[in-house]
């Protein structure tokens, strides 16, 4: 490879300066163009109809993503304050220290926080509160 970039292409491809410098002399031999200056298929009122339905289209997208997006915070932050609890129960009736147990309960109720926040939109938080829970948990597994 001599570091040009059309060095690895193969010869058909590649484009030589004398045929790239050349204009075709015929019709036949030029390429096919799209015209333009193409009409519009559709009118002004059309086009004023298609945005506004486009605008209702967008906001009912918009509020369904943000209604999965609730539900995923919610129900992932339940799943894993429920983990979290089940973890810290057996925990408790074992042998492990007494911070093993701990530190799955508080993961726990950090995840349960990032269930109420899902729920009430705030996604982000949600999201950030249950990795929080889920790191917290596994300092409580590190320390069994």
Do not use: K, N
Request: aromatic share 2%; with cysteine.
């Amino acid at each position: 490879m001599s570091g040009r970039p059309d060095s690895d292409l193969t010869p058909d491809t590649q484009t030589s300066p004398d045929t790239a410098e050349r204009a075709p002399e015929t019709t036949e031999d030029a390429p096919e163009r799209a015209p333009e200056d193409a009409p519009e298929d559709l009118s002004e009122a059309d086009d004023q109809h298609d945005d506004e339905h486009d605008g209702e289209h967008d906001g009912e997208l918009l509020e369904e993503q943000a209604r999965r997006a609730r539900w995923a915070a919610a129900g992932t932050g339940i799943v894993l304050a429920l983990a979290g609890t089940a973890a810290a129960l057996l925990r408790v009736s074992g042998t492990a220290p007494a911070l093993v147990p701990v530190a799955y309960a508080c993961g726990a109720a950090v995840c349960a926080l990032a269930a109420v926040l899902g729920a009430r939109g705030r996604t982000r938080r949600a999201l950030w509160a249950a990795v929080a829970g889920v790191m917290i948990m596994a300092l409580g597994d590190q320390f069994d």
